[in-house]
């Protein structure tokens, strides 16, 4: 069975700092694909990164990067010099090689003044 | 516009009545899946379909119901077995296997 972990339940962090959310994720799968998603308050889901289960190339795409590694079944998010509009809730979820895609609990980003 | 509709946004319901929540894209995509949010929890899945005529229960399906006639919708169906049906619903799509999810603004539903 799969599964994606996010342990931190909640983050908070003054304006500019750094945050880094984890990702644990299991699967019996050698094909598989992670992503990404942001659900600010108005609760719609925000597309942020995909990366498949052959690509373990770090990315970085302005403030926020993503350090896969499937040595430690681990994908991380971080975003850099955080701001006020990046308060939000983040998933990571999981697509297995029959099309399962499972999120994990999230976690919720509060970045303050 | 491409994109996913659900409707109705809110949506009230009384106890022991089905209810059906829609879900229709225009983006050609082949995948569908169905999820529930309930406040402060992360997105659980429910059923989600590969392919028209074709779909497979989640991890929560119990209570609930789909159907995948055509490509473009993919409608959820709360029965009066779900024993807490009050909770966000939130339907996505995508192209291919690989491809990201598009996710739909979600309907709230209520049970009183």
């Known amino acids: 069975a799969q599964k994606v972990t996010q342990a931190q339940t909640e983050i908070s962090v003054v304006e500019k700092e750094d945050v880094t959310l984890d990702c644990v994720y299991e699967?019996?799968?050698?094909?598989?694909?992670l992503f990404w998603y942001k659900q600010p308050p108005s609760g719609e889901l925000v597309f942020l990164i995909r990366?498949?289960?052959?690509?373990?190339q770090n990315e970085i795409s302005g403030r926020y990067s993503w350090n896969f590694q499937k040595s430690t079944s681990s994908f991380n998010f971080t975003i850099t010099a955080s701001q006020v509009v990046d308060s939000a809730v983040y998933f990571c979820?999981?697509?297995?090689?029959?099309?399962?895609?499972?999120f994990g609990a999230g976690t919720q980003v509060v970045v303050t003044p | 516009d491409g994109g996913i509709t659900q409707s109705p946004k809110y949506l009230f319901r009384k106890e022991g009545q089905n209810v059906t929540l829609s879900c229709e894209q225009n983006?050609?995509?082949?995948?569908m899946y169905w999820y529930r949010q309930d406040p402060g929890q992360g997105l659980r899945l429910i059923y989600y379909?590969?392919?028209?005529?074709?779909?497979q229960k989640g991890d929560i399906a119990e209570g609930y119901s789909v159907s995948r006639e055509k490509k473009e919708s993919f409608p959820l169906t709360v029965t009066s077995a779900q024993k807490n049906p009050t909770a966000f619903y939130l339907c996505?799509?995508?192209?291919?296997?690989?491809?990201?999810?598009?996710f739909g603004q979600g309907t709230r539903l209520t049970v009183v």
């Open positions: 699967t019996r799968d050698t094909t598989y694909y």
């Open positions: 983006l050609n995509h082949d995948a």
């Open positions: 996505a799509s995508s192209m291919t296997i690989s491809a990201e999810a598009f």
């Open positions: 379909s590969q392919i028209v005529n074709d779909f």
């Open positions: 979820a999981l697509r297995d090689s029959w099309g399962k895609l499972q």
């Open positions: 990366r498949n289960s052959f690509d373990e």
